[in-house]
Structure formats: C-alpha cells, structure tokens
C-alpha cells in the first residue's frame, strides 16, 4: 500500500499516517469528524460524502457532510434505505467503479436519479460493533473507486472508528466531570474554589461550618492563595447572601485615606473633602465587609474597627455623630499577627475580636495534588474565553506544572495558563507555552534565603528585566500591580 497512489497522486499511507496524527490530537468530536471526511475525500477522489453515526437511542443521524446541501442531507432516505442498510447490516464494505451498470443497484432509485456513477460505503466498527458508516460517491470522476483501494478505506474505517469512540467517550467524560463539579460545587457552595487535597478539603470544611453564622472570620495565607475568593464564597452562601459585599485591600492606602473609606467624612473636614461622602462600611450595611491585609492598618484605624466590631459603631471624619452599621467583618492577612502582636503593631484585643473562626490558605505548592486540575480548570476557561480549539497539556508540561514552586500560588498559575493558551500553537500546551525558568528540572534559587527575600529578589529581578514597567512585572509574575507596588513600599520602609 506505500507505494500506491489515488487519482489526485495522494499516497494511501500518508493519508493513513494523517488519520493516525489526527486520532492522537483531535478529542472535540466534530472537529474530527471534519478532518476525517477531508481526508476521505480528497484520497478516493470522491464528489461528495458524509459520515453517518448511531445516537444514544439507536437513531443513525449524518454527523457531517461535504458538498452536499442541507436538502441533500435530508434526502438521504433512498441512499440509506439501500447502500447504507446494506452496509450496517452485513458489516462489509460496497464499492462500485460503475453503480449506473451495477446489478446490485438496480432497484436503488437515488443511483439513477442522482447520477451516481461511482459508490462507497464502509462499515465504522469497534471490536465488531457497527457505530456508523463512511459514504462517498461521485458523478463525474471514478478513477479513486477501484479496488485497489479496498484496503485503505477498510484501514482508514478502522482508525477512524477508533478516534471517533475515543472522541465521544471524551466528550461523555467530559460532561460527566462538569456535572460533578457542578453538584461538588452545589454541596460545597465555593463555585470558584478548586481543590481536592486533604489541606484544602479541612478548608471546605471550616467554610461550609460558618455559612450559617455571622461570626467574624481571619483567613490567612500567602498572597494569591484565593483568599478574597474564600471571603466571597462565605458571603454568597452564607445568611448576608442578598446584601451588599464591600472588599478593600488596606495595604495600598495611607492612614489617613483609608480612614475616609472606611468610615467616610464630613464636607470640609480636610483638604479635598468637598461634600458629605459616606464610608464602606456603610456602604456595606446588614451585608460583609472584607478587609484584605488587615496587618497593615495602623494602631488609630486599629481602634475605630474594634469599636465596630464591639458597638456595631463609626463616626465619620470630622463628625462627632456616632452612626449605626450592622456588618459581618471578614478579614485577611498574608502576615502572622501573633507576631505583630509581640513587636506592638497589631492589638491584642482586635485580634481576639477578629479571629473568631482561622481559615488558612495553604500555599499551592504544599497541595501539588491540586495543580494539574486548577491548570485543566484554567485551560478550559480561557481556551473557550479565546475560543481556542486546545484541550490538554503536553506530557512535558504535565510534567512541568508539579514541580514548579509557584511563587505567586493560584494566581500565578491562572496568569501562566491564560499567556499559554494565547500563545499556543497546537492542541495541546506544551512547556515552552508555560515559559517556567527551569534548568534540568531543578529550580535555581539562592541558599538561605526566606520566602520574603525571594519574593523581592524575584521582583526587582523581573522589574529590572522588563525595564521597571510594573505591569508587565506583574503579568509575569502573576500577581497584581498594587502587589508589586505595595511590596516596594515595605521594603523601603524595611530598608529606613
């Protein structure tokens, strides 16, 4: 069969080769379905064909045709009735070079009205199994339907089965899975959560034990572990559900700003205070208020929320008028406020207010049995978001993502996977889609060095790479600008 050749010059092996390729990359069923009429087509030489499949219920129903219109496809009764039953029924292939003078057709009326001059019809088959057949005809040219070709399509049949079982298995598996995620997400109510590794289903756990309480709640946990996702799930689940969710991040705010937020001010009770302006925690009356990096606020603000927290009071800037709020306070930190408790940063007292119920994070790289399936979770999300046809990784990249420490956690592997799926080429994202600085798969980081040193070694080093632009910093980083900028500020405070 290698040496042989159709009509149009296509050697037999190299389309089989191609089919063989396409079974390997193609999982979306109807993107294969296409590929495999292609090649069928252009190797016989064939006019026209479609691929025909048994539903769930049995039904055979034209999955995809070529060159024939939607009236053609639903004319189809005649042809099936005959050469397509035929088929189904014995399991053998019909070919014919000549079907006008071909006794077997003489009763099939869609030959003669349609001019068929030359017919193809081949049994799809998994272990003896029909799912379906492959049709090709032709009016004008023969010189693809002679018998020479009989062991390609019997081939080609055969491969093609196998991709399209493969395919629909993927596609059922699929669904099963969202459906699964779905009811896990319904149990749970943590729609955007993902993890199933013993640290984060402890976390479940706590979460789903205070939906149905107002307790105050301190999630703590390194930056970019999902902690505002935490925060909004318990306030969307929770009794507040159809009030107000108010979020501030406290770390990118001076002292005197952020107490205008939270608690508002009087028309001129400074510079700028042009009217009445009413605070957040207003704002987020009888709801949740979600304080990120409560750590950073200062010893003054300290004091204002415990009162919030012990009266249910605030008085805005420059009002003496105490007003009424009813707000469930979630807060959260990436710092360890036992020891900002110790060196006299944080109060004790606001502390004991506050961390009624602990949530913490765990660093994404302590649950590695959760990052290939954020990393699928992500691919999907963004290969429908950029309506890319990519559906898996790359046994190398597979490979890869485990054994990366990932720095920035759930973010920076949610912004590593939306550049790979941009930037990919084929089916699958491979390593270099990733883009991970790796060396003969060790990770090259200085010895002795904290979690906080390498933080800012790896920023300064990426800021000085992308020539100080902050954003593409970030985007390489996976982390936010005010991150980046708020780090900066700690550490210049740090070096004072």
């Known amino acids: 069969m290698d040496r042989e050749l159709n009509s149009n010059g296509v050697s037999l092996l190299d389309a089989l080769s191609r089919i063989s390729a396409i079974i390997n990359t193609l999982q979306e069923l109807d993107v294969l379905l296409e590929r495999i009429m292609d090649i069928a087509v252009e190797t016989v030489g064939a006019e026209r064909g479609f691929v025909l499949l048994y539903d769930d219920s049995g039904m055979r129903t034209v999955q995809t045709a070529r060159n024939m219109s939607d009236q053609?496809?639903?004319?189809?009764t005649g042809?099936?009735?005959?050469?397509?039953?035929?088929?189904?029924?014995?399991?053998?292939?019909?070919?014919?070079?000549?079907?006008?003078?071909?006794?077997?057709f003489y009763d099939t009326q869609s030959i003669v009205v349609n001019q068929i001059q030359?017919?193809?019809?081949?049994?799809?088959?998994?272990?003896?199994?029909?799912?379906?057949?492959?049709?090709?005809?032709?009016?004008?040219?023969?010189?693809?339907?002679?018998?020479?070709?009989?062991?390609?399509?019997?081939?080609?049949?055969?491969?093609?089965?196998?991709?399209?079982?493969?395919?629909?298995?993927?596609?059922?598996?699929?669904?099963?899975?969202?459906?699964?995620?779905?009811?896990?997400?319904?149990?749970?109510?943590?729609?955007?959560?993902?993890?199933?590794?013993?640290?984060m289903k402890q976390v479940f756990d706590i979460i789903n034990s205070v939906l149905d309480s107002d307790a105050t709640v301190v999630i703590q946990g390194e930056s970019g572990t999902g902690k505002e996702l935490v925060a909004r799930a318990i306030h969307h689940q929770g009794?507040?559900?159809?009030?107000?969710?108010?979020?501030?991040?406290?770390?990118?705010?001076?002292?005197?700003?952020?107490?205008?937020?939270?608690?508002?001010?009087?028309?001129?009770?400074?510079?700028?205070?042009?009217?009445?302006?009413?605070?957040?925690?207003?704002?987020?009356?009888?709801?949740?208020?979600?304080?990120?990096e409560i750590g950073d606020i200062s010893t003054k603000l300290q004091t204002q929320l415990l009162r919030v927290l012990q009266e249910g009071e605030i008085k805005r800037v420059g009002e003496n008028h105490v007003r009424k709020v009813d707000v469930r306070i979630i807060a959260a930190t990436n710092k360890n406020l036992l020891e900002k408790?110790?060196?006299?940063?944080?109060?004790?007292?606001?502390?004991?207010?506050?961390?009624?119920?602990?949530?913490?994070?765990?660093?994404?790289?302590?649950?590695?049995?959760?990052i290939l399936l954020l990393g699928q979770h992500f691919l999907?999300?963004?290969?429908?978001?950029?309506?890319?046809?990519?559906?898996?990784?790359?046994?190398?990249?597979?490979?890869?993502?485990?054994?990366?420490?990932?720095?920035?956690?759930?973010?920076?592997?949610?912004?590593?996977?939306?550049?790979?799926?941009?930037?990919?080429?084929?089916?699958?994202?491979?390593?270099?889609?990733?883009?991970?600085?790796?060396?003969?798969?060790?990770?090259?980081?200085?010895?002795?060095m904290t979690l906080e040193k390498l933080a800012r070694h790896l920023v300064e080093q990426t800021l000085q790479e992308t020539g100080g632009n902050v954003t593409h910093a970030a985007a390489r980083l996976g982390v936010s600008r005010r991150w980046i900028q708020y780090k900066q500020k700690q550490w210049q405070y740090a070096r004072n």
């Open 79 to 104: 042809i099936s009735t005959s050469v397509v039953r035929q088929v189904l029924q014995t399991g053998e292939t019909i070919l014919s070079y000549d079907a006008q003078s071909d006794e077997r």
């Open 72 to 76: 053609n496809i639903q004319d189809l």
């Open 341 to 370: 408790i110790k060196d006299g940063t944080f109060r004790e007292d606001l502390y004991y207010r506050l961390n009624v119920i602990n949530v913490f994070l765990p660093p994404l790289r302590e649950r590695p049995e959760d």
């Open 239 to 292: 009794l507040r559900r159809d009030k107000p969710f108010v979020a501030l991040f406290c770390g990118s705010l001076p002292e005197s700003l952020l107490e205008s937020e939270l608690f508002g001010h009087k028309k001129g009770s400074f510079t700028g205070a042009s009217c009445d302006k009413k605070g957040l925690f207003e704002t987020a009356d009888s709801g949740t208020f979600f304080l990120d």
């Open 118 to 199: 030359s017919v193809a019809c081949v049994p799809l088959k998994i272990k003896e199994r029909p799912i379906g057949v492959l049709y090709l005809d032709s009016i004008n040219h023969r010189k693809g339907f002679v018998e020479a070709v009989l062991p390609f399509l019997t081939t080609f049949a055969n491969q093609a089965a196998i991709g399209i079982e493969n395919a629909q298995l993927y596609q059922k598996l699929r669904e099963e899975n969202r459906q699964l995620r779905k009811e896990a997400q319904r149990s749970s109510g943590l729609a955007d959560i993902i993890g199933q590794s013993p640290k």
């Open 380 to 448: 999907m999300k963004f290969a429908a978001k950029c309506k890319k046809n990519i559906h898996g990784f790359a046994a190398a990249a597979l490979d890869l993502l485990p054994r990366y420490p990932w720095p920035g956690n759930v973010r920076e592997l949610e912004n590593t996977i939306e550049r790979a799926v941009v930037l990919a080429k084929g089916a699958l994202i491979g390593p270099d889609d990733l883009r991970l600085a790796e060396s003969n798969g060790h990770w090259h980081l200085p010895s002795g």
